[in-house]
Each structure stands twice: as structure tokens, then as C-alpha cells.
């Protein structure tokens, strides 16, 4: 019999991966990672305010430019392939934030039906997703620390002026892309935690005493 298992934390955990899966994959699929300035060799990289109506910004793998008078961005990848992104630093970051997202989708996925199903092989599902979540914490962690390294590059150069080099960002600024990954990599590792809470309020003895009473729906706060 499948009992459908509803705690504040239990909750509150499954929202949470959720958003936090969803926040990753956003920022990865941005171009607001860097936010730069057309023609900026034209300008000798001298950004005066006739040209910050001017923006374009640039991603991991795509970029955006915006002229004054257009209302809407001409986004589009700058990359046709993997081997074109900017840098093998980037190349890296890509794949770390890869292997990221998925792990985090998939948690996404089975923190909703663990409303529903407490274990896996044997396992809690709360157990599982949460090492599942601290892996993926850490591949962010590796991909958000290369990710700066890739600065150095032509691309990254085009954008922000000849100042940019590793880890120094030139004329450019962060976008929120990258401020979005680190938040979601701090609320990956905060997900890894509670997700002991929600095994804890989900296995309560209060919990059992309504298993045993027969109900179906069961609901604590």
C-alpha cells in the first residue's frame, strides 16, 4: 500500500531541489554570465554613457548583443560545437556543470515521488538524493572555480578589453548567471542537509502512528 507521506520538511526539501535544479539549468542556459560592451576596441575599451544603452553579454557557450534601438537582444551561440567554446577552461566548466544538472533533475524528479516512496533499492530515497546533491555540489563548486580561469581568453577579450586575463574580468562585469550558480551551489549543499531532515520527520513516530492507524494520506506538521 502506498502511503503519501506530507511533512513541513519533507516539503520543504522537495521545493527546494526543485528550484534549485531549475535555477542551475537557467544559468547555465544564459548568456548573462559576462556583460560587456559593443565595438569596445572601436571605444579603446573607454565605456562613456551614450554606450551603455549599448550591451552585450556573453555565456559559457552563446552570447547576447542589444543595440539601442532595438527593444530585443539578438541571443544566439557562438559555439556550433563543443570544441569552439571559448576556452578549455569553459570546456571544462561545461562538463562539470553538466554532470551538475543532471544529478540535481534527477533528485528534482524523485524528491516528488518521494512523497509517495521512502525507499530505493533498499536505500532511503532521502539518503540517496542527498549524496546525490553533495555530489553535485561539488562538481559546481569544480566548475564555478575554472569557470574565471577561462577569462583569459580571446573571446573573453573581444568582450571586455586587452586588461582581461584569468580570473580578472577587464572592463566587463559578472551578469547574473554567475551570482544564480552560486547561489544554487550554496543551496545544493543546503538541500544535502535537510535531506536528513526530511528522512527524520518522515520516519517520526508520530508518522508510524498513523501508518499503523491505517491512513493512506498522512500529513504532519
Known amino acids: 500500500m502506498c502511503h503519501v507521506i506530507v511533512t513541513c520538511r519533507s516539503m520543504l526539501w522537495t521545493l527546494m531541489s526543485i528550484v534549485v535544479a531549475f535555477a542551475e539549468m537557467v544559468a547555465f542556459m544564459s548568456a548573462k554570465w ?3 560592451y559593443p565595438n569596445g576596441s572601436e571605444f579603446n575599451f573607454t565605456i562613456t554613457a ?6 552585450r553579454t556573453l555565456g559559457i557557450y552563446n552570447r547576447c548583443i542589444k543595440v539601442a534601438q532595438q527593444k530585443v537582444p539578438q541571443c544566439g551561440p557562438y559555439a556550433t560545437d563543443f570544441m569552439e567554446i571559448a576556452s578549455g577552461f569553459w570546456q571544462a566548466t ?30 532511503s530515497i532521502f539518503n540517496v538524493c542527498g549524496l546525490l546533491q553533495g555530489i553535485a555540489g561539488l562538481f559546481l563548486i569544480l566548475g564555478l572555480m575554472l569557470y574565471p580561469a577561462g577569462w583569459g581568453s580571446k573571446k573573453v577579450v573581444d568582450y571586455c578589453g586587452p586588461d582581461a586575463s584569468p580570473y580578472k574580468v577587464g572592463v566587463c562585469s559578472l551578469g547574473w548567471a554567475f ?43
Do not use: P, W
Not at 551614450?50 to 550591451?55: A, K, V
Not at 556543470?97 to 524528479?109: E, H, R, T
Not at 543551496?187 to 499503523?212: G, M, P, R, Y
Open 179 to 221: 551570482y544564480t550558480a552560486i547561489g544554487g551551489t550554496v543551496l545544493t549543499f543546503v538541500c544535502a542537509l535537510l535531506s536528513a531532515q526530511a528522512e527524520n520527520a518522515t520516519s517520526s513516530d508520530k508518522v508510524q502512528d498513523e501508518i499503523e492507524e491505517g491512513r493512506s494520506l498522512i500529513c504532519v506538521l
Open 94 to 123: 561545461v562538463i562539470f556543470l553538466v554532470i551538475a544538472i543532471f544529478l540535481l533533475s534527477v533528485v528534482g524528479i524523485l524528491s516528488v515521488f518521494s512523497m509517495c516512496f521512502q525507499s530505493i533499492l533498499k536505500k
Open 34 to 36: 559576462l556583460v560587456g
Open 50 to 55: 551614450s554606450h551603455r544603452s549599448d550591451q
